[in-house]
């Protein structure tokens, strides 16, 4: 071959090369096709029959926070990650975790009623029977009491149902309420009965929300089941979530506590989770008005607000003991920097046998461990330090991952890069939430994984889901744009004290939408239900494998962290606009509300042969000046653009410039803290995402804001629009150092 | 007293009386004074004890179509208004109404079940025993019918629902189907069954719509209990209403009729409608696909689409006898115009005792009629003629008026100024539909009528109830503006023949809103029921007759008929704004389907293991030609604009001018008459107002061009455009010749 025609040959092939070389956010271009080709030798290990032989013995029998499977599942778990070759530890806190004593329920009078308060074993349900490991249904942090009153339905038990109440005249106070499950975190329920003066609540779970009314109920179906309960906490997790007695600092053995009647977030009434077999005869003994439309449910009979005429009686104790947790903490330590950390966590107490919830993440993180354990044995190594967790206690109320996060607060907010977490799993549609600096790399992610059930990619898959289940207008507002939107992120599973405690950049992954039917926190979550009509076979438990896989594998690899500001800005100016449309709402609201009662339209609309109070007048809302917030934003944009702009060149940083870079980058999110924490609730510090303090897991943005102004608290809402717009200003101070270090290199 | 002193007496006498004097719509200001005074006379008269006594009377023994109590109610009611002066007659026809011979329904297989098909007595409504008297529970002109086939669930059984089932890939060939009342008139149901190839039909009334999901059943509540049933009729009513042997002749004893078989309104499959009782092992027998969120009812199970295994037997047969009606005629010949006719109507006929269908309006009309007859033993003399009516079988579908209308049609072409439609009345809100050039004359009446629950006039009250249900755009649309719109007429009660078939301006009055349960079409629509849950001592009633009391007399007494033709620009106006954005948005939509269909994004986000089919691509929908019904909207406006602006000269015309001109009024709305009728149903001749092809009572607005869009037969809309823009044209040539009049006159 002659020289010259090798050189044509040679320029072709780099043209080649070049041309058809897949990029990868934050690598170089050689970089990213050795990337790809571990990522290939990734997916090839991953094996379904793991998962479910590890699922077999993680449900094998309850194993919820103090329960001997709990600690034999913490060591099964390190076991296995020892055996992949990581550095693992089982890490201990020593948590209040209270369990029942005693359990009664009746309603008293003419038809008096004593609640069955238990699920029945079934044939079809191996482990259903274990009756003397499981725990009772009830809510964890309910107070102890014994309380007789008569009842009220008070829907979902939120705020917005109480001002309903009050039209219809009815007062909760020295009453017991019963509420539905569903429209908040159930924790919000007793919360807001008390603070109406209710001196009791009851949970139960309608069969139109949960059960029957969705599809056919177990064993038959997958839905859940007549006398079928939902356990669950009902800490005040929107103050802090963690060890009640031990906030902000880890629950090590010798920690100083507060004491029980101190710790703000125990429950201060009694709360009971029933079923809808165990509710019926209460809700039939209500009498007063027939419920609006809109608080109807499945049953058969005729829904009232109530009071009853006969009394309830609920008595409930608990053993409020310390219990032992084990979180499970396993490390591949990184070849350059291993210093930063990129962090992967999933549960591993379930309520009972918790098959989906949560062994079913869990067992994809350990696949995932696994096949990165077998790349290292093939001469893989991760640059960054790969830290796998399995927490305990989560179900109580993220209590290992919280105590470990705020153990470890220091080191923590130094070396993690980023940490992701996973939970439950289903057949269906990718799902994520998370810091939206991680959307377009998430997008690039999740468009190179192949969906089981249609060959097409994941993303590809969601949106086809996004249009179809879209109307009108929101199709014409995604008109063809196929990125996926990372949700917000309230509380909900694990990432509560690494987001909003520390600042680190976080992301939840999951898959889900296919699944027939929901045993959520009941005995009925098992082995036999999981597989039968959540994801037979794991094929969508291997599909999250290969989805986190990957964002570990590129986060921990990443020439420069693949992190995009402007995703940031964009997500925060739709805030922006949110809230100040919340506001201009309410202000015309308000305006117009006023009005009607001023003209009487309430008095005249109404049926004069019931009990329905016209709603009172409401203070105007005030004009806010939003300019701070709005100049901030105007910086952000400019800011973020330039960054990204210059991202890429990054890459082609000396060393020791790029190390430089990814500790501003992934440091960025800490300035989004402050120290401060929000109104009323300190401990949550991140000034964009929050748990609803009246909503509960559900999120809310520029939360110190956007609560303000739904509590009509004007002056909080204008000093924490000052208080965000400093925080912007801090951000964008770190965007500007980022890019400082790129352009030096440039010139 | 000189002579000047009483001059200026004299003249501020005027001013003040000008200056205080009450304007009504269509009176110099002395007869507006005159007729106020009357009305005063009219209020004073009437006595809810009186609709209290005739209720009894009326609803004491089950008077269908052919019942001995029909018979006496006829002669009861001709007896009454005979003693208040009305020259009375009964007239009869012979209508083929069918009534049940026998009635199977029972589910097969391993869970065998037999319908009872009958309503309970309750010792608390003392006519639910009158078990031999009573009509089963059945829809009349069902085919008779002996069938054995598999179940399915069609949800309401409308076009859209068969829609859905293709897409779960179920169908109806050869099958019985099970529909839920309601979403449509329940003639819809069957005849859109039949189109899809179904043997047989039943329907059902869901609790969630009629039952214990709404309030507590009878006899504790007012709702449908579980074995009460909603009868009917499904005949083929927007073919044509009246006797299916007789269309467009009156049914008189020696009319040419059609024969059975051949009459084209009578439905082809066996139709039967049950209880929720008597449907729940029916519908428990289905399998197949869980049904759509939207399709599921309130019973408690897991409604599935079918079909089933198990066979249903359904086997009716019928009584097809033809049988008489007694319609009541009473007439009050007007004294200067007696070949102009107000005419008021109500049916007597129930499905059982009738209480509230019909008896509450009935008793409300015949109050009216009384205190009238009492005003002219006063030496009141109405102007123009006016007629009470007090229709037969109204029920099996508007047999009576029909037939009359039909049988008097040239007299009632030439004389009826207008048709004042009442039928069942209840507690609450006034409610009103009709010809919209009477709109602002309405509005005036209801502002003078007091609600007797709030003491402000039933328009404040009404208005007061619209803002309060609106949401915030119907709010922001209200705007203030108390102008209550009238409805459009479909189908419904007794106006047909007159609105629809003969272009007589038409108004239908009732109250409603506040009734506490409701059992149409049952044997609990009797006396007790009806006095203890809607409309207890008939206050009510009282403001139903004050309210069509006002509107007869006025109607009888104006100088100039009380028509207003903006407003029916401005109705007809909205509906061509309508029905050019129906069809933009099905431009839109398909092309947005045909785009998503094309992309696979339904064949990709659809669950794999459920026989889901993806939709298939419809034709592109084209641009249709508005112009010529847009230039004939312009010259409306700009002559309905001429013409009120010197409408009030017309009280001031001459008498023979002012008849003239009178009668060009109420003669306006022949033109909107098109005697070729409605596309596939020449009956329906009225080109503005039609009952739905497919809805049934829902009335369709502009329907030859409405249908053919939602039809998809785009050159039928081109056509019926052209056909609507002639009828404009002509319409307005009356308004001109009207114009032209009171011109003449000014100048």
Known sequence: MSKKLFGLIAVSLVFVLVGSAQKIMGFTDANAAKQLEWEKQFDAQLNPKNQDTWMQFLTSHPHHV???????????????????????????????????????????????????????????????????????????????????????????????????LEKMGVSVKGKIVIAKYGGSWRGIKPKVAAEHGAIGCLIYSDPADDGYGIGDTYPEGGYRPKDGVQRGSVMDMPVYPGDPLTPNIGATKDAKRLAIKDAPTIMKIPVLPISWEDALPLLQSLKGEVVPAKWRGGLPFTYHVGPSVDKVHLNLAFNWDIKPLYNVIAKMPGSELPDEWVIAGNHHDGWVNGAEDPISGMVAELEEARAIGELVKKGFRPRRTIIFCAWDGEEPSLLGSTEWAEDHQEELKQKVVAYINTDGNGRGFVGAGGSHILEPFFNEIIEQVIDPETGVSVRERKYAQTVVTADKAGREKIAGDKNMKL??????????????????????????????????????????????????????????????????LRLANADVLPFDFNSFYKTVADYVTEIKKLLDDARAETEQENKMIKDKLYDLAKDPTKSIQSPKPKDEVPFINFSSLENALVQLKKKAEEFQQQYNNGTGLPAEKQKELNEILYKAERSLINDKGLPRRPWYKHQIYAPGYYTGYGVKTLPGIREAIEQRNWKEAQDNIEIVSKTMDAYIAEIEKAKAIIEKKAF
């Not at 550095?87 to 201990?92: L, Y």
């Not at 074993?121 to 809510?139: R, V």
């Open 66 to 164: 103090g329960s001997p499977q709990g600690k034999l599942n913490a060591e099964y778990i390190a076991g296995l990650l020892r055996s992949w070759g990581y550095q693992t530890e089982i890490t201990n806190y020593y948590v209040l975790f209270p369990t029942p004593k005693f359990r009664q329920l009746e309603l008293l009078g003419a038809k008096p009623y004593k609640a069955k308060l238990e699920e029945s074993t079934l044939s079809a349900d191996k482990t259903s029977g274990q009756k003397t490991e499981q725990l009772p249904s009830y809510n964890a942090y309910s107070a102890d009491g014994d309380v007789t009153a008569e009842l009220v339905f008070v829907n979902r038990g939120i705020p917005a149902d109480y001002e309903e």
């Open 487 to 552: 949700e917000a992120l309230g509380a909900g599973s694990d990432w509560g004290g690494f987001l909003q405690y520390l600042g680190i950049t976080s992301i939840n992954i999951g898959f889900g939408g296919e699944s027939q039917g929901d045993q959520y926190h009941s005995i009925y979550d098992s082995y036999d239900h999981f597989t039968k009509f959540m994801d037979p076979g794991f094929q969508y438990g291997i599909t999250l494998s290969k989805t986190t896989g990957r964002t570990m």
